[in-house]
């Protein structure tokens, strides 16, 4: 008899026969209590979980006394009780080198989009404003030979900085927990700590998860000491950011612009000030949101589950102490 799992997430069809030629697979809708309430026989015997963007928590673990290892369709996992994971020694398994060029390409639109103030522009043409040759009041800034502050240099961080160096001939700062020789070596990247960055970098581009130390790790002191003229991009979590603070930063002119794909609640409510600022570019977190990133996302976690629960944790691995 295969063993258990629970799936709350829909996979194409072919990932989903690959899961099922190694488990019997429930699929919920949701982790709701209602709805683990429904399925709970399932839920008790269950040995994996795989899906993404519910919360794992004690709660739910008590209702899966099983439960040997569980696989998360993202990187980030600030959904899950890590904690009480490591209590019962559940792994936790994610997929963090399956969407780092996407994420890349993603963060240098909102660079791109919020200097040449492409969004707002476009709306002016469709608007019909376009009624003779542009003047100032049209002009974005240069991103080339700009300098480029990066905070964060993970593999993202690391894809960034190639198509900025490379690219676009930018100058690379970084802040991170530990110096980087590659990016050194191979895009000149100069590690300085976060206010010499702030200070002085022409786009400040934030790559962090979010944790304890991280949440409105960016507040109004930060954005204070940024240029006048630097633009702020978010590609990672939006609680990293003191969110009314950046509102009122770019209200003041304390900063030029920002280019947003997260935010401290999602979906962003109709009513956020972030909405009604020219100066802002706010997508709706699609970071990795292509067909073909997310199909190599949703197969590296079957991979993972597959490979967690058969003993297999050389990579893509949180937790790798509880085995």
């Given at each position: 008899m295969k063993p258990s799992v629970i799936l709350y997430k829909t996979l194409p069809?072919?990932?989903?026969?690959?899961?099922?030629d190694h488990f019997t697979v429930t699929q919920v809708k949701n982790l709701h209590p209602e709805t683990v309430e429904q399925h709970a026989?399932?839920?008790?015997?269950?040995?994996?979980?795989?899906?993404?963007?519910?919360?794992?928590?004690?709660?739910?673990?008590?209702k899966m006394p099983a439960l040997r290892a569980t696989s998360t369709v993202s990187v980030g996992?600030?959904?899950?009780?890590?904690?009480?994971l490591n209590a019962r020694k559940i792994l936790l398994m994610h997929t963090p080198a399956a969407l780092t060029e996407t994420v890349a390409d993603t963060l240098m639109t909102l660079v791109l989009?919020?200097?040449?103030?492409?969004?707002?522009v476009a709306e002016r043409v469709k608007a019909g404003e376009w009624t003779k040759s542009i003047g100032p009041d049209w002009y974005g800034i240069d991103v080339h030979h700009k300098t480029l502050g990066i905070v964060g240099m993970g593999r993202i961080g690391m894809a960034l900085a190639q198509r900025a160096h490379f690219g676009f001939n930018m100058p690379i700062l970084y802040n991170a927990r530990r110096h980087h020789d590659a990016a050194e070596t191979r895009f000149n990247a100069r590690y300085c700590d976060l206010d010499t960055l702030l200070q002085e970098a022409d786009f400040v581009c934030l790559i962090l998860p979010l944790t304890d130390?991280?949440?409105h790790m960016f507040g109004a002191e930060q954005f204070k000491k940024m240029k006048s003229s630097a633009i702020f991009i978010n590609a990672g979590?939006?609680?990293?950011?003191?969110?009314?603070?950046l509102i009122a930063a770019l209200q003041q002119g304390d900063i030029h612009a920002a280019g947003l794909d997260v935010f401290?609640?999602?979906?962003?409510?109709?009513?956020?000030?972030l909405l009604s600022l020219p100066n802002v570019v706010a997508l709706p977190h699609i970071g990795s949101a292509t067909h073909e990133t997310?199909?190599?996302?949703?197969?590296?976690?079957?991979?993972?589950?597959?490979?967690?629960?058969?003993?297999k944790v050389e990579k893509n691995c949180v937790n790798p102490q509880v085995v």
């Open positions: 069809d072919d990932l989903l026969q690959r899961l099922e026989e399932a839920f008790a015997h269950a040995v994996g979980l795989l899906g993404s963007s519910e919360k794992v928590d004690a709660a739910l673990l008590e996992y600030d959904n899950f009780d890590v904690d009480a989009s919020t200097a040449r103030r492409v969004v707002e130390e991280t949440r979590r939006g609680p990293v950011v003191d969110e009314p603070a401290e609640k999602e979906p962003l409510p109709v009513d956020s000030p997310r199909y190599n996302m949703a197969a590296t976690a079957v991979d993972n589950l597959i490979d967690a629960l058969n003993g």
